[in-house]
């Protein structure tokens, strides 16, 4: 890998998304906190660097600083937002504070020439999206204005000439979706200011993991967890292309799946690609320890504790292993940055990330470096089905945190039919790979309702189908009225035992995206 | 009354009352009677122009065909049959038109050409009738009336005070189930503006303490009816000499309890059910009012549209739409949602234009986030339906943009919630309330 663009992360929500749109124009990325060191910066080999936004405003007690040693490593830099108001201040230009925040779109004039707008009809305004509250009220010496809006003097500058060194700003946000242009001026960033040579693809992703893992792995065994989703599935045949039988997989029927989605999974890695897999069948272990539990909290550790449990036993089984494969992602890696200092944790994760101490072995993580839309394409890559390349997220605890209260069979019975319903509805309408995640909760109530002549008392069934980027935050997804008309009536028609269905029309936060 | 009748004989259609009410819209003052009316009890029906018998498809009950009395059909008033074969008539109708207005055109030629009716019902008549009706019933009497709120408690309120004045007693029980505001419109109207007399009794820690921990929903129902019964009958105590006992009862309680094969689905909430020693006699001067006359006669005797057209609101009030058993946090909740869904829906031009929409907070907890810190609250549901008749509903398809709107000021405005739901299912298999 020879190109490659740092992002000195500010604590913006929307960092993430410039490491993405970079990764796709075929240049591999990496997000460091704002506190990493110029010299640390160096010894990683930037071909460019970016300074992201940030809530806080400059100069304020406790805000994020610059360290000069960035502007000396003879790589262009690009500052967006809170990124352009640290390098206006580091170089001299001025700042006003702002009580006010603006929100939203913007049309941006694109009035002084700038590389950046390369191929743009700078003749007409172009749509970008504000989220600041300072300004620079004037350019640092020896640059020039290049951008302004109605409301901003100063919406971009640009080194005033050749000689300069090369430090970009822009006070919107390139990165995010509803800049129209936004993805034109990263490119033009990166390929005609930081010459770069795009060399990042999932194909030399994957031979170059193969030849890592090999050489890594030797003649030794790894074992890795499958869960039916995508992450594991895609580190499973990863490895399988890399050291064959070396590889064992252990899957565990805990009970909680989906109607169906396990029984695919084994079916397409054992007897398609034949890899040595496990199948356990331990829903009774489960299911009689959840007997009564209640507490979301105490369901999660349950199913954690006892997979780990069944987990470490068919790994012993297998004999002496010297490494465990994880789907491990990106985003989970990324130290996230808060100027309140680190995230309180919302739950109990549910992985295997207790497992290693316990029984002295490796990790291989071999997904670490990508973001989950870059994982789905190494799993076309790898030639995996759309079935499986296009799983919805699925918990670990599975169908045990979307029973609400206590677990039984009867109840993981209910909402399966109607969750299989929701999949097929979402599927066959084209919705399923629009949205971030779609399912059906069952909630702990019967209500009234009425058959024939009598009276009944039965379930209320949740939809979930949400919209999302990272997790992080969501929204609910706005499905046409006859989508929602059709799901909800053929849960009501064909689970028998339900009589109501409730859409969840909360975003995260408040809400989460699951609701245990 | 002064009015020119129709009558329609129930032969068991379920169409009677949109016939009646399509009779009243022409002008024409009409009622339901049964099949089975006498013929003095037929003479006897002031004005009477003329007789619709309503037959359809359940005429047979038992094996017997239901049938109107021989004379009805020699009788000296016109007779039209109508989806019923009986003998030679002049006037008949194979089948009730489904359009109202093209069963008007219908009925005009029988109404003012056979009959000759004449088309004097209106409100304001209706309302001076009663006046003289109440007066005369009453004399110097006094009038007891439980004053809940509702459109038909309020406007019987409204007319009883124009007909007697002092001599009415309202009592109003605040069971601490009321929407937000509501008590205090009561008293604003009928205390302040209208001068009535009127006991406000401020009973919700008595009901709550009651229902503390009673989660079955008939059990609650039960709990809030009979306590209820109790401090209105100890008001009606302090009362020394009342006679008469006033009740909002509208037309379709009439007629709806007079047929004979529907099943009650729910325990009804109403003043029936005072110890025996207290016979009071009934004033109902509303008792021939369609729901939707009742809020004409609200509006001509000056009550505040808010008031007339209130949602209908179950006795119980928000108690069964605090599921399971009642606390105060989750009450208050209901209540203040309840109150942001209400002002939403009067913003974006929907209060009068839904049938009836709702909040429920159901008893259990789901996970959220707040400031970067797990939470566990409570969710609110909401509610929004549309029906003819409430015996099926449908959900009101809502603009995405009203919810969302909605949604976003419940979270950040009603305590102790981390999310909202929407409730899309149809009456039946569903409720249109959740207990």
């Known amino acids: 890998m020879s190109s490659k663009v740092i992002i000195i992360d500010y604590g913006s929500q929307v960092t993430q998304l410039i490491a993405r749109r970079v990764r796709e124009s075929g240049v591999y990325s990496e997000i460091h906190p704002c506190t990493v060191t110029a010299e640390e910066v160096r010894a990683m080999r930037p071909s460019a660097l970016v300074l992201s936004g940030g809530p806080a405003s400059v100069g304020e007690p406790g805000a994020p600083t610059l360290d000069p040693g960035y502007l000396e490593l003879g790589v262009p830099v690009l500052g967006i937002c809170y990124g352009m108001q640290l390098l206006a201040e580091h170089l001299g230009g001025r700042l006003t504070r702002s009580q006010v925040r603006e929100y939203g779109p913007a049309d941006l004039v694109m009035s002084g020439e700038s590389p950046l707008w390369k191929g743009l009809d700078t003749t007409k305004s172009t749509r970008v999206w504000m989220s600041h509250g300072d300004t620079v009220q004037a350019p640092p010496p020896g640059f020039r204005v290049t951008a302004h809006t109605a409301t901003l003097a100063v919406a971009a500058f640009a080194p005033d000439s050749p000689s300069t060194r090369p430090v970009y700003a822009v006070q919107f946000h390139p990165e995010v979706h509803h800049s129209v242009d936004g993805d034109a001026m990263l490119r033009n960033f990166l390929f005609t200011v930081a010459k770069i040579t795009p060399d990042w693809s999932m194909t030399s992703f994957v031979e170059r993991v193969i030849s890592e893992v090999r050489a890594a792995v030797g003649d030794r065994q790894v074992v890795c967890a499958l869960s039916g989703g995508v992450d594991s599935t895609v580190v499973a045949v990863l490895l399988h292309k890399a050291i064959g039988k070396q590889l064992h997989c252990i899957f565990v029927d805990n009970g909680l799946l989906r109607s169906g989605e396990g029984e695919e999974v084994v079916t397409y890695l054992r007897d398609h690609l034949d890899l040595n897999l496990k199948f356990v069948q331990a829903q009774d272990r489960f299911l009689n320890l959840l007997k009564g539990v209640t507490d979301p909290e105490k369901k999660r550790k349950l199913i954690g504790h006892t997979f780990i449990d069944v987990f470490e036993e068919e790994a012993r089984a297998i004999g002496k292993v010297d490494f465990l494969a994880q789907g491990t992602l990106y985003p989970d890696v990324i130290e996230s940055v808060s100027p309140k200092g680190p995230s309180a944790v919302i739950k109990s994760h549910h992985n295997v990330g207790g497992l290693p101490k316990k029984m002295n072995m490796k990790l291989i993580e071999p997904l670490r470096e990508l973001f989950k839309d870059e994982v789905r394409r190494v799993g076309k890559e790898l030639g995996l089905p759309d079935s499986i390349i296009w799983r919805h997220p699925f918990p670990g605890p599975g169908l045990a945190i979307r029973v609400l209260g206590e677990v039984t069979r009867e109840r993981l019975d209910i909402l399966r039919k109607a969750d299989l319903i929701v999949q097929a509805e979402l599927k066959a309408s084209g919705w399923y790979r629009k949205v971030w995640q779609g399912f059906a909760v069952l909630l702990p109530l019967r209500t009234v309702g009425v058959m024939g002549d009598d009276r009944s008392y039965d379930n209320v069934v949740a939809l979930r189908v949400v919209d999302s980027v990272d997790a992080m935050t969501a929204d609910w997804t706005r499905l046409p009225c006859e989508i929602m008309a059709r799901i909800s009536g053929r849960i009501i028609n064909e689970v028998k035992g339900v009589n109501r269905v409730v859409y969840d029309i909360s975003p995260k936060p408040p809400s989460t995206i699951e609701w245990e | ?435």
């Not at chain 2, 049959?81 to 002049?90: A, D, E, S």
Request: charged share 20%.
């Open chain 2, 1 to 435: 009354m002064k009015q020119d009748m129709i009558a329609v004989l129930d032969l068991g259609s379920t169409e009677n009352s949109r016939l009646a009410r399509a009779i009243r819209a022409l002008g024409v003052y009409s009622e339901i009677h049964p099949h089975d009316i006498s013929a003095d009890a037929l003479a006897a029906l002031p004005n009477l122009k003329g007789v619709i018998i309503n037959g359809g498809p359940n005429n047979i009950v038992n094996g017997v065909p239901v049938e109107a009395g021989d004379f009805v059909y020699h009788g000296s008033v016109p007779v039209l049959v109508v989806n019923h074969h009986n003998g030679p008539l002049p006037c008949s109708i194979a089948t009730l038109p489904e359009d109202d207005e093209i069963l008007k055109t219908a009925l005009r030629p029988f109404l003012f050409g056979v009959c000759k009716a004449h088309p004097g019902w209106n409100m304001a008549d209706f309302i001076s009738d009663q006046m003289e009706r109440i007066r005369r019933q009453v004399g110097n009497g006094k009038v007891l009336l439980a004053l809940s709120g509702g459109v038909d408690s309020s406007v019987v309120a409204a007319l009883l005070i124009r007909a007697i004045g002092p001599q009415l007693y309202c009592v109003h029980v605040n069971h601490g189930l009321m929407r937000k505001g509501e008590s205090e419109q009561v008293v604003e109207v009928f205390q302040n503006q209208l001068k009535a007399n009127l006991a406000y009794i401020d009973a919700s820690e008595r009901f709550l303490g009651k229902l503390a921990g009673v989660a079955d929903p008939e059990q609650k129902r039960k709990t809030i009816g009979a306590e209820f019964i109790r401090v209105f009958e100890e008001e009606a105590r302090k009362l020394s000499g009342i006679d008469f006992l006033a009740q909002g009862t509208i037309y379709p309680d009439i007629v709806e309890s007079g047929t004979k094969t529907a099943k009650a689905v729910k325990a009804h909430h109403n003043v029936g059910g005072l110890p025996a020693d207290m016979h009071f006699e009934l004033v109902e001067p509303l008792k021939y009012l369609f729901k939707d006359e009742v809020r004409q006669c609200g509006l001509a005797l000056g009550l505040p549209a808010s008031m007339v057209y209130r949602q209908p609101f179950p006795g119980p009030g928000l108690g069964v739409r605090c599921l399971g058993a009642i606390t105060r946090e989750r009450l208050a909740a209901v209540r203040e949602a309840d109150a942001i869904l209400r002002e939403e829906f009067e913003k974006a031009g929907l209060s009068g234009k839904v049938w009836q929409y709702f909040t429920v907070v159901p008893d259990f907890k789901s996970v959220g986030v707040k400031n970067g810190a797990r939470t566990f609250e409570f969710p609110v549901i909401l509610r929004a339906i549309n029906t003819v008749d409430a015996m099926t509903a449908t959900v009101e398809p809502l603009s995405w943009t009203l919810l969302g709107r909605i949604t976003e000021r419940i979270l950040a405005e009603v305590p102790g919630v981390n999310r909202v739901l929407y409730d899309c299912s149809p009456k039946p298999p569903a409720t249109i309330e959740w207990e």
